[in-house]
């Protein structure tokens, strides 16, 4: 159980007589002096017929319970401090006895979260806004998880659209097997961008697109085999990134999978009455919402981006029946979700609402959008294999002994990426710099990872030290330390609800700080207090690792 529950349990086991059937709640005070919770009296007021100030000043002194070393009367809140030796066993038990389970609750009850996470284009270069909607889908993917529910991973390709008509146009016309087969998203969007230029000159071509496009959606099999096979090479580059970044979906349904799907979207919006016409396209207006309206199917008759989402929840919806569908997509995409929920809403599918759009900033270089257009092209793959070889350096100086280095350093470079961008909050823009996010001491994944190594490297110096029970803990130096570690569930509870990797990241950093402080202070082998404080090094290096396990960030033992 969590401290903070225990700590409403004990107050209401010691106010019974006080306060029946109030209900108590607590909260942090913002300045630890005033001690560890904070109980407000105002709601209490009214009922007792008195000031929350006299009922606070009484209250105070009737509380006693063997998880408190003291209560006091500030103003209107009475505030208590946590007993340390308590405490301290208390919760190096519980994570000693729960290990990874460690922080986990049952509040989903197993019910399904559907998460949209990366969703790149294919025969396109794999982009910054995709890596963050991979890295922050994955890491609220496992808190999901962690709450109790059921995640599942679902990537939506961008493998239709007229783009591809215009791309088999280029290739029949310019395009070679070999070249394509080596670097195949390279060359295919040298294609694409050379279609474009000659467009300019020659605008017969974009009909040509146009026809290309109209044949693959009727199954020609010649386009639909060129198709097939850009789609094919594409998913072989995107998977090298995935393994990179150790993220695997449960399913890849791509905008092509829901082809079949989309009459019926159709169908149903306009037996509802929904479809009105203009300029010859049909579309769903939302001026009562205050919102342009949602376009359903252009005047060629083909269906758009839109058309597919709501294809696409309609049918998470009958196959999940998710608790919530989560769709973790750059800001910029603000708009087209609010109007596929709200016309999902005026269709009376009143699950729309546990539909979330999450949105995200921008990934800046000097003060720029990373693009991967415009000449300042920015291969993912090249930014994970570079943090990878500058990680391998450091470990070079730092630690040249280091056995399975190559490993080690992949789990570094690449934490570091995930970390950079997971520890701001989501719809900030991020800077990117690979000295910053490399930096041992600085608020980067490889510090975290450097004390979580630190712990071992402590652990195996007292011979692979486990305990077996939670130690009491009663010096001062230790309880920002344990204080902290008692936080963890509640952490856990509001980066979910708050859909915050970055909480979980701070949390970390917070651990991590207040642990080495702890560690430049205190002597820990061959002290009088050995155990109990390789217990604390035990538990902080699970938590640490926990942490960074949901980030989707690994932990070596040495580094
Ligand atoms: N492929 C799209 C893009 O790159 C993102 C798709 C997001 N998911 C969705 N269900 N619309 O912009």
């Known amino acids: ?80 401090f946590l007993d340390k030796t308590y405490v301290s066993k208390k919760i190096t038990n519980q994570i000693i006895s729960s290990k990874e389970k460690f922080g986990s609750n049952s509040d989903g009850q197993k019910s399904n979260v559907t998460i949209d996470l990366s969703a790149p284009n294919i025969a396109k270069p794999f982009s910054m806004g995709h890596l963050r909607s991979t890295v922050i889908g994955n890491a609220i993917a496992n808190l999901a998880e962690k709450n109790g529910y059921t995640p599942i991973r679902i990537n939506h390709l961008g493998d239709w659209g007229t783009q591809f008509g215009k791309l088999i146009v280029a290739y029949l016309k310019w395009g070679n097997e070999e070249r394509v087969k080596e670097q195949p998203i390279s060359k295919l969007l040298s294609l694409y961008i050379k279609f474009h230029d000659e467009v300019e000159n020659h605008p017969e071509l974009a009909d040509e697109g146009r026809r290309f496009f109209k044949m693959l959606e009727d199954g020609d099999p010649q386009a639909r085999h060129l198709w097939n096979w850009f789609r094919e090479e594409s998913l072989k580059e995107f998977f090298r ?40 396209a049909l579309v769903v207006t939302l001026d009562e919402y205050d919102s342009p309206p949602c376009l359903i199917q252009k005047s060629d008759g083909a269906t758009i981006y839109a058309t597919r989402d709501l294809a696409t929840a309609l049918f998470r919806k009958r196959n999940y029946d998710f608790a919530r569908s989560l769709y973790v997509v750059g800001s910029e995409q603000s708009l087209h979700f609010k109007q596929v929920k709200l016309t999902l809403q005026k269709a009376g599918f009143e699950w729309e609402r546990d539909m979330v759009h999450i949105p995200f900033g921008m990934m800046l270089q000097d003060g720029k959008k990373m693009s991967t257009r415009k000449g300042r092209v920015v291969l993912l793959e090249e930014v994970l294999n570079e943090a990878t070889d500058l990680a391998h350096q450091i470990i070079s100086e730092k630690n040249p002994n280091l056995e399975n280095k190559e490993e080690v350093a992949k789990q570094i470079g690449i934490g570091a990426v995930i970390f950079q ?29 450097y004390t979580h190594a630190r712990c071992h490297s402590l652990l195996r110096k007292a011979g692979c030290f486990i305990p077996k029970t939670g130690y009491s803990i009663r010096e ?5 330390t344990i204080s902290h570690l008692t936080r963890f569930y509640e952490v856990v509870k509001q980066a979910w609800e708050d859909y915050d990797p970055s909480k979980i990241a701070r949390y970390a950093l917070d651990l991590a700080r207040y642990f080495n402080s702890y560690y430049a202070k205190v002597r820990i082998l061959d002290s009088e207090d050995q155990d109990a404080r390789l217990c604390l090094v035990y538990s902080v290096a699970i938590v640490i690792e926990e942490c960074l396990r949901i980030l989707g960030i690994q932990s070596p033992k040495s580094m």
């Not at 904070?38 to 209250?59: E, G």
């Not at 509380?63 to 103003?75: D, E, N, P, R, Y």
């Not at 970044?245 to 149903?268: C, P, R, T």
């Not at 991020?430 to 490889?446: K, V």
């Open 421 to 449: 961008d997971l520890k701001n909050f989501r719809t900030n823009d991020i800077d990117f710099s690979f000295e910053q996010m490399l930096n041992f001491d600085g608020e980067t994944g490889p510090y975290l990872q």
């Open 1 to 80: 159980m969590d401290i903070k529950t225990m700590v409403v349990q004990a107050l209401e086991q010691t106010l019974k007589d006080h306060l029946t059937g109030i209900e108590i709640t607590v909260e942090r005070p913002k300045n630890p002096t005033f001690g560890d919770y904070a109980i407000p009296c105002f709601s209490w007021a009214k009922s007792l017929k008195k000031s929350p100030q006299d009922i606070a000043q009484n209250l105070a002194t009737v509380i006693k319970h063997s998880l408190f070393s003291k209560v006091t009367a500030v103003g209107p809140y009475i505030n208590v």
């Open 241 to 280: 990134i995935y393994n990179l970044l150790g993220v695997s979906f449960d399913h890849i349904q791509g905008e092509a999978f829901y082809n079949d799907k989309m009459d019926e979207v159709i169908e149903i919006l306009n037996s509802k009455g929904l479809l009105e016409l203009s300029d010859g």
């Open 476 to 480: 001062e130096e230790a309880w920002h």
